[in-house]
């Protein structure tokens, strides 16, 4: 409760404008982007563990349970309600025809996690997918139908690439 | 993904006709909304005038309230009220763990919160009301208890020794039950023998790690005396009954909603004493509450599994042919029996599956259960069965290295034949349709093991410690009422579907049976689409909830599909028939002619049909078009449990390869084979699913994980960053296959797919990782399988 402030700060989330928003100084963003309704990103641990927060701060994956809401003045983020562009949406369909889902808790991190796999524009064998979500938490999976729709999303992304 | 795995059951009409769903690999359509964040989770609901929980728990393992005092917590800004014991028990009963029909289980009543003495370190004792979680938790910091500490009985392997300090006074000892299996003359049995080999294992603790924590919204509303409960558990009907006789509410005036849960796993199916006080804070102050737990309140408090130290003992002639089999279980399972299942069915599980797969005359199993100052134990995934399934298959492949046989032939020489069901296990459990054979020739030929052997010799030259192993195993699948409902518990083994059809055409269906992710309501889809013949994109489907699904016992013990399915498989019938009876009348033609394809009940041989929208139509809105005593039903329900025996049982053969680095004792698993039977596959990727998740889930157990406590009983790893759980990069991939043999119980024929894997591969691994020290003389005997212990096994540290 000690030093507990409110402080003023802007930022955008999905594109939308949050202007003059007053934020606990003591409140983690993960929090802050639940208390206004965007509920897709999902709190497992809250020490950096499981992923399961990830969004995206100014083009990073970032634990949002790991950065104060008061950190982001100024910043782009984005979040699982976000993720409309056309290659997300691709994933997102490579997700479910791999079923690389089960209860769901996890898939908000995973995506955004993917989506950082995609930016780098590297092709990534399964070692290499397995190693870059290994800070992902999925307890259902077994991860393997995961791999799999990451392995068949950065295909496609990659051949979209080249084919300009 | 609309690969046709097999022709799987002629019960279920042919699989090449419009709309045969069920056998095939469909998408789960229904999962998109987590991949656009729009589940509904409980901590995502905001009720008007919601105020949050935080708990004061138990820093101690064992320890007395002297004093509480409050009086400073409750001045903290946004606090509404803090409650202990005596308040909570004004509107709560006490309840108790203890179950009626597996010989006597003791274990004292147990209320919301602690009144005098902490057990487990924890435990709530008190509980914060505030305007938000942050409010709350500051206040709990406030709250200044006098405690006097009393030394706790930590090891289960003391905890019926003379000096043990005894945990409930009342009961005089530790014990909290014990139970003696024996079937044929185990002591002559073992006389006769010609090689007796034998083991110990341990198993330690750990638990399940659900990623989305434990949560519950309760709204109690004074005004209709009604409690609304938003909970993220696996039994809603279960919960709703416990909580009508605990809060004395009427039944029908408890409503539970259980909809997106974030893992179950078996631990969100039983009662906490967090969550009976939530419901508690709701009645006291007539405002919704909510309680979400955090990370530690997780690993201190959810339940715990596993905790088994087993020895054993097999006796077989000079062929090979086991005669006798004997095992000794301890478990401790924490300072009480949880509620409503009690803490029993995991030892008993042992002790009626050691040996399931095998033809053993003479066996003998004892379990002996004790209370302990630790978090309590209840039914995780594969209740059991990782214990017994390692303990069987240990003594095996030991069976098989002292008169010299392959890990294969000596499973081949003992199986129950596969046409030799039904059959028994040797604890005398009735067993029927299993494949054991057919299973592990199916895995031998994915596993090739004359290959793996030449691999294991030459990797050994280059200094790597290969191994591999095979194991067979039952699964208990699919309970009867014998399971819980004859021991007392109100635990439902039937469960409930109704199908309508709607105004414009579309079906609706619900069921007792909730989801987890495992693929309910695709599969309920499936069932309710190919039955009826109509198109997937018909049928919506309402689970988890009390107000609007019939009565059932949810999900747990891999129930789903094999009882909640074949209910919706008869429901479906019956509707079908009554939209055929109603189409006869209007189409002026008798029933047996007539057919439903394509959401258009059509003429047999040819001629103009009816959509089932204009039919429904008819019957909905224009009743006067049809003759007097048609019947308008366009809905069905039904109820389905299993008669007869206590379970529909499966089984599964797994082989696993391995390599270990001998300078750091990292094992890393190379590959991973499954063949399993369960039954008809409704969607056979979703049991491929189960079946990979679960073994993960089971790798996890043989080689990471583990709730490590100090000898004061503080846990000692209680964050997500200490306690290892299976990850993707040391996961294997991993290769399923099936064997089908239809369970003969149901029409559907499926039978449970959830927990072999999670069951079956901490045997598995064990095997393998003793088969690569086999050439040291050396082995492992204690899960997890640390780097650490096998440093130790082959005398590096």
Same mark, same amino acid.
């Given at each position: 409760?000690?030093?507990?402030?409110?402080?003023?700060?802007?930022?955008?989330?999905?594109?939308?404008?949050?202007?003059?928003?007053?934020?606990?100084?003591?409140?983690?963003?993960?929090?802050?982007?639940?208390?206004?309704?965007?509920?897709?990103?999902?709190?497992?641990?809250?020490?950096?563990?499981?992923?399961?927060?990830?969004?995206?701060?100014?083009?990073?994956?970032?634990?949002?349970?790991?950065?104060?809401?008061?950190?982001?003045?100024?910043?782009?983020?984005?979040?699982?309600?976000?993720?409309?562009?056309?290659?997300?949406? =691709?994933?997102?369909?490579?997700?479910?025809?791999?079923?690389?889902?089960?209860?769901?808790?996890?898939?908000?991190?995973?995506?955004?996690?993917?989506?950082?796999? !995609?930016?780098?524009?590297?092709?990534?064998?399964?070692?290499?997918?397995?190693?870059?979500?290994?800070?992902?938490?999925?307890?259902?999976?077994?991860?393997?139908? +995961?791999?799999?729709?990451?392995?068949?999303?950065?295909?496609?992304?990659?051949?979209?690439?080249?084919?300009? | 993904?609309?690969?046709?795995?097999? #022709?799987?059951?002629?019960?279920?009409?042919?699989?090449?006709? /419009?709309?045969?769903?069920?056998?095939?690999?469909?998408?789960?359509?229904?999962?998109?909304?987590?991949?656009?964040?729009?589940?509904?989770?409980?901590?995502?609901?905001?009720?008007?005038?919601?105020?949050?929980?935080?708990?004061? &728990?138990?820093?101690?393992?064992?320890?007395?309230?002297?004093?509480?005092?409050?009086?400073?917590?409750?001045?903290?800004?946004?606090?509404?009220?803090?409650?202990?014991?005596?308040?909570?028990?004004?509107?709560?009963?006490?309840?108790?763990?203890?179950?009626?029909?597996?010989?006597?289980?003791?274990?004292?009543?147990?209320?919301?919160?602690?009144?005098?003495?902490?057990?487990?370190?924890?435990?709530?004792?008190?509980?914060?009301?505030?305007?938000?979680?942050?409010?709350?938790?500051?206040?709990?910091?406030?709250?200044?208890?006098?405690?006097?500490? =009393?030394?706790?009985?930590?090891?289960?392997?003391?905890?019926?020794?003379?000096?043990?300090?005894?945990? %409930?006074?009342?009961?005089?000892?530790?014990?909290?039950?014990?139970?003696?299996?024996?079937?044929?003359?185990?002591?002559?049995?073992?006389?006769?023998?010609?090689?007796?080999?034998?083991?110990?294992?341990?198993?330690?603790? %750990?638990?399940?790690?659900?990623?989305?924590?434990?949560?519950?919204?309760?709204?109690?509303?004074?005004?209709?005396?009604?409690?609304?409960?938003?909970?993220?558990?696996?039994?809603?009907?279960?919960?709703?009954?416990?909580?009508?006789? %605990?809060?004395?509410?009427?039944?029908?005036?408890?409503?539970?909603?259980?909809?997106?849960?974030?893992?179950?796993?078996?631990?969100?199916?039983?009662?906490?004493?967090?969550?009976?006080?939530?419901?508690?804070?709701?009645?006291?102050?007539?405002?919704?509450?909510?309680?979400?737990?955090?990370?530690?309140?997780?690993?201190?408090?959810?339940?715990?599994? &596993?905790?088994?130290?087993?020895?054993?003992?097999?006796?077989?002639?000079?062929?090979?042919?086991?005669?006798?089999?004997? +095992?000794?279980?301890?478990?401790? +399972?924490?300072?009480?029996?949880?509620?409503? &299942?009690?803490?029993?069915?995991?030892?008993?599980?042992? !002790?009626?599956?050691?040996?399931?797969?095998?033809?053993? /005359?003479?066996?003998?199993?004892?379990?002996?259960?004790?209370?302990?100052?630790?978090?309590?134990?209840?039914?995780?995934?594969?209740?059991?069965?990782?214990?017994?399934?390692?303990?069987?298959?240990?003594?095996?492949?030991?069976?098989?290295?002292?008169?010299?046989?392959?890990?294969?032939?000596?499973?081949?020489?003992?199986?129950?034949?596969?046409?030799?069901?039904?059959?028994?296990?040797?604890?005398?459990?009735?067993?029927?349709?299993?494949? %054991?054979?057919?299973?592990?020739?199916?895995?031998? =030929?994915?596993?090739?093991?004359?290959?793996?052997?030449?691999?294991?010799?030459?990797?050994?030259?280059?200094?790597?410690?290969?191994?591999?192993?095979?194991?067979?195993?039952?699964?208990? @699948?699919?309970?009867?009422?014998?399971?819980?409902?004859?021991?007392?518990?109100?635990?439902?083994?039937?469960?409930?579907?109704?199908?309508?059809?709607?105004?414009?055409?579309?079906?609706?269906?619900?069921?007792?049976?909730?989801?987890?992710?495992?693929?309910?309501?695709?599969?309920?889809?499936?069932?309710?689409?190919?039955?009826?013949?109509?198109?997937?994109?018909?049928?919506?489907? @309402?689970?988890?909830?009390?107000?609007?699904?019939?009565?059932?016992?949810?999900?747990?013990?891999?129930?789903?599909?094999?009882?909640?399915?074949?209910?919706?498989?008869?429901?479906?019938?019956?509707?079908?028939?009554?939209?055929?009876?109603?189409?006869?009348? +209007?189409?002026?033609?008798?029933?047996?002619?007539?057919?439903?394809?394509?959401?258009?009940?059509?003429?047999?041989?040819?001629?103009?049909?009816?959509?089932?929208?204009?039919?429904?139509?008819?019957?909905?809105? &224009?009743?006067?078009?049809?003759?007097?005593?048609?019947?308008?039903?366009?809905?069905?329900?039904?109820?389905?449990?299993?008669?007869?025996?206590?379970?529909?049982?499966?089984?599964?053969?797994?082989?696993?390869?391995?390599?270990?680095?001998?300078?750091?004792?990292?094992?890393?698993?190379?590959?991973?084979?499954?063949?399993?039977?369960?039954?008809?596959?409704?969607?056979?990727?979703?049991?491929?699913?189960?079946?990979?998740?679960?073994?993960?889930?089971?790798?996890?157990?043989? !080689?990471?994980?583990?709730?490590?406590?100090?000898?004061?009983?503080?846990?000692?790893?209680?964050?997500?960053?200490?306690? !290892?759980? /299976?990850?993707?990069?040391?996961?294997?991939?991993?290769?399923?296959?099936?064997?089908?043999?239809?369970?003969?119980?149901?029409?559907?024929?499926?039978?449970?797919?959830?927990?072999?894997?999670?069951?079956?591969?901490?045997?598995?691994?064990? #095997?393998?990782?003793?088969?690569?020290?086999?050439?040291?003389?050396?082995?492992?005997?204690?899960?997890?399988?640390?780097?650490?212990?096998?440093?130790?096994?082959?005398?590096?540290?």
């Amino acid at each position: 409760m000690q030093g507990n402030k409110s402080i003023k700060i802007n930022f955008t989330v999905n594109d939308e404008k949050f202007e003059d928003v007053m934020v606990s100084s003591r409140q983690h963003l993960g929090d802050y982007l639940r208390s206004v309704g965007l509920t897709g990103t999902h709190l497992g641990c809250e020490q950096g563990a499981c992923g399961a927060c990830t969004v995206e701060v100014d083009g990073k994956a970032v634990r949002s349970c790991l950065i104060l809401s008061s950190q982001v003045n100024g910043s782009v983020i984005r979040t699982i309600e976000g993720l409309d562009d056309p290659v997300m949406k =691709k994933v997102k369909k490579t997700f479910l025809k791999h079923n690389a889902l089960q209860c769901g808790f996890c898939s908000s991190g995973m995506l955004m996690t993917t989506k950082e796999i !995609l930016n780098q524009k590297k092709h990534f064998n399964r070692d290499g997918i397995r190693k870059e979500i290994s800070g992902n938490y999925c307890r259902c999976t077994g991860y393997q139908s +995961i791999v799999d729709a990451i392995e068949e999303s950065i295909a496609t992304n990659m051949k979209d690439i080249n084919n300009g | 993904m609309d690969d046709i795995t097999l #022709n799987q059951n002629p019960k279920l009409g042919s699989i090449d006709r /419009p709309n045969s769903y069920i056998g095939r690999s469909l998408t789960r359509d229904g999962a998109i909304k987590h991949l656009e964040g729009r589940g509904q989770f409980v901590d995502d609901l905001i009720l008007p005038r919601l105020v949050n929980l935080a708990f004061f &728990r138990s820093p101690y393992a064992h320890a007395e309230i002297k004093s509480i005092n409050i009086d400073k917590a409750n001045k903290y800004p946004g606090v509404l009220n803090i409650y202990i014991a005596e308040d909570i028990d004004e509107v709560c009963k006490p309840w108790i763990g203890v179950l009626g029909h597996l010989g006597e289980m003791r274990s004292p009543e147990q209320s919301p919160l602690v009144k005098k003495t902490a057990r487990w370190q924890g435990e709530p004792v008190a509980v914060v009301v505030a305007n938000t979680r942050a409010q709350a938790e500051d206040a709990v910091e406030a709250i200044d208890i006098d405690w006097l500490e =009393k030394e706790p009985q930590i090891d289960m392997e003391t905890a019926l020794e003379k000096d043990a300090v005894v945990i %409930h006074k009342e009961l005089g000892n530790n014990l909290f039950w014990t139970r003696t299996v024996e079937q044929g003359d185990v002591q002559k049995g073992f006389i006769e023998a010609s090689t007796v080999v034998e083991t110990t294992l341990d198993f330690a603790r %750990h638990t399940g790690v659900t990623l989305e924590p434990r949560g519950i919204v309760a709204d109690w509303n004074k005004s209709e005396e009604k409690m609304t409960i938003y909970h993220n558990g696996q039994a809603p009907h279960m919960m709703q009954h416990i909580i009508a006789k %605990h809060f004395n509410i009427s039944e029908g005036l408890v409503r539970v909603v259980s909809k997106d849960v974030g893992g179950s796993f078996g631990i969100k199916v039983h009662v906490y004493g967090d969550e009976m006080a939530a419901i508690s804070d709701s009645k006291l102050l007539g405002r919704p509450v909510k309680f979400v737990a955090d990370r530690l309140e997780s690993f201190t408090t959810d339940i715990h599994a &596993r905790c088994h130290k087993i020895s054993g003992k097999l006796g077989l002639d000079d062929k090979g042919k086991i005669i006798a089999m004997e +095992i000794n279980d301890l478990s401790g +399972i924490g300072p009480y029996s949880m509620y409503p &299942r009690t803490s029993a069915i995991e030892t008993n599980q042992v !002790l009626n599956l050691s040996g399931a797969p095998y033809i053993i /005359p003479n066996y003998k199993a004892v379990g002996t259960v004790v209370f302990q100052n630790k978090t309590p134990m209840c039914q995780y995934r594969a209740v059991g069965h990782p214990i017994a399934v390692a303990i069987t298959e240990a003594l095996v492949d030991k069976g098989a290295q002292a008169i010299g046989l392959r890990s294969d032939e000596i499973r081949k020489i003992n199986f129950i034949p596969d046409n030799k069901y039904p059959n028994k296990t040797p604890s005398g459990v009735p067993l029927e349709d299993l494949s %054991h054979q057919a299973a592990m020739n199916k895995l031998l =030929k994915m596993m090739n093991i004359p290959d793996l052997e030449k691999q294991k010799q030459i990797d050994l030259k280059k200094g790597i410690l290969t191994g591999f192993g095979v194991i067979s195993m039952c699964e208990v @699948t699919n309970p009867s009422p014998l399971f819980y409902g004859a021991g007392g518990a109100h635990i439902s083994s039937q469960d409930g579907a109704t199908i309508r059809l709607e105004g414009s055409g579309a079906v609706h269906v619900s069921s007792s049976i909730t989801e987890q992710g495992q693929g309910t309501e695709a599969i309920m889809k499936q069932i309710a689409a190919d039955q009826l013949g109509v198109s997937m994109d018909t049928i919506r489907v @309402t689970l988890g909830d009390t107000d609007a699904t019939p009565y059932g016992g949810g999900t747990w013990a891999s129930r789903g599909a094999g009882i909640g399915g074949e209910a919706l498989l008869k429901a479906t019938r019956t509707l079908k028939n009554n939209i055929l009876q109603i189409a006869a009348i +209007i189409m002026q033609t008798d029933i047996g002619s007539l057919d439903i394809e394509n959401n258009m009940v059509i003429r047999k041989n040819g001629g103009e049909g009816i959509s089932l929208k204009k039919l429904a139509e008819t019957v909905y809105y &224009r009743g006067q078009e049809l003759p007097q005593g048609t019947n308008p039903e366009l809905i069905a329900t039904s109820s389905f449990f299993i008669e007869g025996i206590p379970f529909v049982f499966t089984n599964s053969a797994m082989g696993c390869l391995l390599s270990i680095d001998q300078d750091t004792g990292l094992t890393k698993i190379n590959k991973f084979w499954v063949v399993e039977d369960c039954g008809t596959q409704i969607n056979p990727k979703l049991v491929e699913e189960q079946i990979k998740g679960g073994v993960v889930q089971g790798i996890g157990g043989a !080689l990471y994980e583990e709730c490590v406590y100090d000898d004061q009983g503080n846990m000692q790893n209680a964050t997500m960053a200490d306690y !290892l759980v /299976p990850m993707a990069y040391e996961m294997p991939d991993i290769i399923v296959d099936h064997v089908v043999t239809n369970s003969g119980r149901s029409m559907i024929g499926a039978k449970g797919a959830g927990e072999a894997g999670t069951g079956g591969a901490p045997a598995v691994i064990m #095997n393998a990782i003793n088969n690569a020290l086999f050439s040291l003389n050396k082995e492992v005997t204690s899960q997890p399988i640390t780097p650490e212990k096998i440093l130790r096994a082959i005398g590096k540290i």
